[in-house]
């Protein structure tokens, strides 16, 4: 059964930092994209970054510049650093695990960006 378990959301002033992680298991990690989105109140989903297998990146202009996306194979676990955060960027933020037609979501993290 493949899982995939976001952690590491919260709520951070204007400015502050968080890093994401995503566990997961039972898929071959290593074989898989690997994306994060988020998903405001009242708006559509949308995708913040993207590491595919051989280690290449993408990043959504909305917060290009402020996220670093990283995966460790070894340990199964996807990252996203986010700096400079916005009131904004307060969302739940998933991750997604992509090969071909396995299409895999996890239940989310929240992100809070308040003073």
């Known amino acids: 059964q493949v899982q995939l378990e976001e952690s590491g959301g919260g709520e951070v002033q204007p400015g502050g930092s968080l890093r994401l992680s995503c566990a997961a298991s039972g898929l071959r990690f290593s074989s898989y994209a690997m994306s994060w989105y988020r998903q405001a109140p009242g708006k559509e989903r949308e995708l913040v970054a993207v590491?595919?297998?051989?280690?290449?990146?993408n990043y959504a202009d909305s917060m290009k510049g402020r996220v670093t996306i990283s995966r460790d194979n070894a340990k199964k676990t996807m990252y996203l650093q986010m700096n400079s955060l916005k009131p904004e960027d307060t969302a739940v933020y998933y991750c997604?695990?992509?090969?071909?037609?396995?299409?895999?979501w996890g239940q989310g993290t929240q992100v809070t960006v308040s003073s």
């Open positions: 590491i595919g297998t051989t280690g290449t990146t």
């Open positions: 997604e695990a992509l090969r071909g037609l396995a299409d895999y």
